[in-house]
């Protein structure tokens, strides 16, 4: 079943990388499948691993070869735990995978002129840690983000399925409950989809600018980021579902751009839920506002695409391939599938 997905969606883009050579990362989890993508498209690929708390190397290449061994087994690709400078010069494409971070000039000073990399997510969740874009630049190498909302990638449909798991596994139910959305990036109107059309009602708090975005859904406008005045109608809400960016931003916390004093003040029981973007969970705990997760990683989403099975990985990852094809072909200024950094 997993295969036929891969194969379908490779075959749904279009997407065509034979005669290149791919240098990405062989992962646990749903992220299995970058590789495979990658090969079911006619690459060469080398699929760089490590050993983490996830799985060893070993385990990983295991994992992927069951996935498409027994249907696929003439697919290129081989498995590296060294990043040699031999085989970083033969890669036409490098991508902006986790195992590969950061693209810095110590790996990319082997890379040719002619390299591309695409970055597996969209141009305004960019994160200087990831890459030496000064070096980049310098270099003249083709970078391009994933436009993930174009409709044969479309994975902010599974924003909303995301938030529904973190709220699960918050321990909350949706069905009878009140909750609140604080945003203030393109997340929000996906969110407020995936999670009004389930709770008793959903209130937003969001810039001024995207409030023509929620006109269609079911929800309520509460105030305009980043003013967190609550309602009394929303005192009793069962959480706020918190996603602001820049992420490693820390927007609640001692003297922080938003008020948890008014959060506080303005609900019963507090609880953010995680979504995205930085808090200082401890901070906030001696406030008697509590935080799930408790640990988030600086700059990393509370809950991730991965968590929701494979499909809106799948999509994610070929939609990064696609943006390869687009960016060797040189075809990219006009690209559907392309957003310029």
Not at 199 to 219: H, M
Not at 222 to 244: H, K, M, N, Q
Not at 246 to 275: C, E, Q, V
Request: proline fraction near 6%.
């Amino acid at each position: 079943m997993l295969m036929d997905k891969l194969v379908r969606r490779v075959q749904s883009l279009g997407l065509d990388l034979k005669g290149k050579v791919v240098l990405t990362e062989a992962a646990t989890g749903p992220y299995v499948v970058t590789p495979i993508l990658a090969a079911l498209a006619g690459a060469k690929v080398y699929a760089f691993s490590k050993s983490t708390v996830y799985g060893s190397v070993r385990q990983v290449i295991r994992i992927t070869r069951e996935v498409y061994m027994p249907y696929r087994p003439d697919l290129d690709i081989h498995f590296i735990d060294q990043l040699t400078p031999e085989i970083i010069h033969q890669a036409d494409v490098i991508t902006n995978s986790g195992h590969l971070r950061p693209l810095n000039r110590q790996l990319l000073q082997h890379a040719r002129d002619s390299v591309v990399i695409p970055l597996m997510y969209e141009a305004w969740e960019w994160r200087s840690q990831d890459m030496d874009m000064d070096y980049i630049r310098e270099r003249g190498f083709r970078v391009g983000a994933t436009n993930e909302r174009h409709e044969e990638v479309d994975v902010f449909s599974y924003l909303g399925d995301m938030a529904v798991k973190q709220i699960f596994d918050a321990g909350l139910c949706l069905n009878n409950n009140t909750f609140i959305l604080v945003c203030n990036n393109d997340f929000g109107p996906y969110i407020a989809r995936g999670v009004s059309r389930l709770c008793r009602k959903l209130g937003v708090i969001d810039l001024p600018l995207n409030r023509k975005n929620y006109l269609d859904l079911p929800v309520e406008w509460l105030g305009d980021f980043p003013d967190l005045t609550i309602p009394a109608a929303y005192r009793d809400a069962e959480a706020v579902i918190f996603t602001a960016y820049p992420f490693d931003l820390t927007w609640l916390g001692n003297d922080s751009p938003l008020s948890p004093y008014a959060l506080k003040k303005g609900l019963s029981h507090p609880m953010i839920l995680r979504y995205a973007g930085d808090v200082d969970a401890e901070f906030l705990g001696r406030l008697g506002i509590r935080c799930f997760p408790r640990d988030v990683r600086s700059g990393h989403m509370g809950i991730l695409p991965s968590e929701i099975g494979y499909d809106a990985i799948i999509r994610l990852q070929a939609g990064g391939l696609k943006v390869a094809e687009g960016l060797l072909a040189g075809r990219y200024q006009d690209n559907p599938f392309i957003q310029a950094l």
